[in-house]
């Protein structure tokens, strides 16, 4: 699977979250979340999005790909990612 | 039919208010009183006021005999009870004067004093019903009045008034508040410009004996807690990053628990001391 994030109209950020304005609601994104849009301007493998997240954030519990697959999922249903396969 | 016209001058635009009706010129005389201040023709005197943005709006209002039958719906307010009337009036200038400045003004669901010398303004944050007009009333007098509804922050950081009654409710009113003129309550317009100089964000407790709790917000806590209390913020340019650089540039917003409108004397003091 690959990943790129979507425009929003506006974002604020201070230190490593951020708020969103997108498709009529207002997010906030915890740190993980924010990287993960920061990290996928262009489209990434996931693999390689879940190596860079490691070493930002430290290596998760378990497969790394399997634990970014939900953040990715909600991200992409919240209109923030899109996904490519 | 008679028609008597009521111009008034709010959030930087001007809106006619057409009253019709058997009591026309009567019931338009009890607008102007109630609106005195957003009256056109003294509200371009008022501190900050600036022209209107655009063409005047036009909002119609009839005063129904008891004996007329239902009428159509065109856009008029109708109805026979002056007060329930008075109150849907307050409703729809609110509305249309939103929609003409969305986009040309940051527009909070909130009420504002300042300080009647430096223009020194806090804006109080709450959704409605829940203390933006008592704490006009209360801390009011002796400060310049600005809102108890909408604030509109222009891009310059002034704000534009919008000197519409206070909304009062009532117990015995069944719902219905009273829209009072800001005079009969010891309020004044601002005879200076007026500029944000704090945020509060109110959260009345249902008891008057409630403590005072202050907390300090961070931008992003604000601006997910503000956002929701905007008007035309979706369709305004870049409104997150408008509202962060309003909050940053006055010491950000402080989230206030309060049980009654007196305790927040020494923050509105504090606030409006602050050189804008």
Same mark, same amino acid.
């Given at each position: 699977?690959?990943?790129?994030?979507?425009?929003?109209?506006?974002?604020?950020?201070?230190?490593?979250?951020?708020?969103?304005?997108?498709?009529?609601?207002?997010?906030?994104?915890? $740190?993980?979340?924010?990287?993960?849009?920061?990290?996928?301007?262009?489209?990434?493998?996931?693999?390689?999005?879940?190596?860079?997240?490691?070493?930002?954030?430290?290596?998760?519990?378990?497969?790394?790909?399997?634990?970014?697959?939900?953040?990715? $999922?909600?991200?992409?249903? $919240?209109?923030?990612?899109?996904?490519?396969? | 039919?008679?028609?008597?016209?009521?111009?008034?001058?709010?959030?930087?635009?001007?809106?006619?208010?057409?009253?019709?009706?058997?009591?026309?010129?009567?019931?338009?005389?009890?607008?102007?009183?109630?609106?005195?201040?957003?009256?056109?023709?003294?509200?371009?005197?008022?501190?900050?006021?600036?022209?209107?943005?655009?063409?005047?709006?036009?909002?119609?209002?009839?005063?129904?005999?008891?004996?007329?039958?239902?009428?159509?719906?065109?856009?008029?307010?109708?109805?026979?009870?002056?007060?329930?009337?008075?109150?849907?009036?307050?409703?729809?200038?609110?509305?249309?004067?939103?929609?003409?400045?969305?986009?040309?003004?940051?527009?909070?669901?909130?009420?504002?004093?300042?300080?009647?010398?430096?223009?020194?303004?806090?804006?109080?944050?709450?959704?409605?019903?829940?203390?933006?007009?008592?704490?006009?009333?209360?801390?009011?007098?002796?400060?310049?009045?600005?809102?108890?509804?909408?604030?509109?922050?222009?891009?310059?950081?002034?704000?534009?008034?919008?000197?519409?009654?206070?909304?009062?409710?009532?117990?015995?009113?069944?719902?219905?508040?009273?829209?009072?003129?800001?005079?009969?309550?010891?309020?004044?317009?601002?005879?200076?410009?007026?500029?944000?100089?704090?945020?509060?964000?109110?959260?009345?407790?249902?008891?008057?004996?409630?403590?005072?709790?202050?907390?300090?917000?961070?931008?992003?806590?604000?601006?997910?807690?503000?956002?929701?209390?905007?008007?035309?913020?979706?369709?305004?340019?870049?409104?997150?990053?408008?509202?962060?650089?309003?909050?940053?540039?006055?010491?950000?917003?402080?989230?206030?628990?309060?049980?009654?409108?007196?305790?927040?004397?020494?923050?509105?003091?504090?606030?409006?001391?602050?050189?804008?």
């Amino acid at each position: 699977m690959r990943v790129r994030r979507q425009e929003v109209l506006d974002e604020v950020v201070r230190g490593d979250e951020a708020v969103v304005l997108s498709g009529g609601q207002i997010l906030r994104l915890s $740190a993980l979340a924010h990287s993960i849009r920061a990290l996928s301007c262009q489209w990434i493998e996931l693999a390689d999005l879940a190596g860079a997240l490691a070493e930002r954030h430290g290596e998760p519990d378990g497969d790394p790909v399997e634990a970014l697959r939900p953040m990715v $999922a909600d991200l992409a249903s $919240a209109g923030l990612l899109e996904t490519r396969e | 039919m008679e028609t008597a016209a009521v111009p008034l001058h709010v959030l930087d635009t001007d809106v006619d208010i057409v009253v019709s009706g058997t009591r026309a010129a009567e019931f338009a005389q009890t607008i102007a009183e109630r609106w005195h201040l957003a009256v056109a023709e003294l509200a371009g005197r008022v501190g900050g006021a600036r022209e209107s943005a655009g063409d005047p709006l036009t909002v119609e209002v009839e005063l129904l005999d008891r004996a007329a039958k239902t009428p159509k719906t065109d856009g008029v307010l109708r109805g026979t009870d002056e007060r329930s009337l008075l109150q849907r009036l307050t409703q729809q200038v609110t509305r249309a004067v939103i929609a003409a400045r969305t986009g040309d003004l940051l527009m909070l669901h909130a009420g504002a004093l300042a300080h009647r010398e430096t223009g020194a303004a806090v804006v109080f944050v709450a959704p409605g019903g829940t203390g933006k007009s008592t704490t006009c009333r209360v801390l009011g007098p002796g400060r310049a009045y600005l809102t108890d509804e909408t604030v509109g922050i222009r891009r310059d950081g002034t704000i534009a008034p919008y000197l519409k009654p206070i909304s009062t409710r009532r117990t015995d009113w069944a719902g219905v508040k009273d829209e009072v003129a800001p005079m009969q309550l010891g309020l004044d317009a601002p005879p200076v410009p007026a500029r944000v100089a704090g945020v509060l964000v109110l959260r009345r407790e249902p008891d008057p004996e409630t403590e005072l709790e202050v907390t300090t917000l961070e931008t992003l806590e604000a601006l997910t807690d503000i956002a929701p209390e905007t008007s035309g913020f979706m369709d305004t340019e870049k409104p997150l990053t408008w509202l962060a650089e309003v909050l940053e540039s006055h010491g950000g917003a402080r989230r206030v628990t309060y049980g009654s409108a007196e305790q927040l004397r020494p923050l509105v003091d504090e606030i409006c001391g602050r050189l804008p």
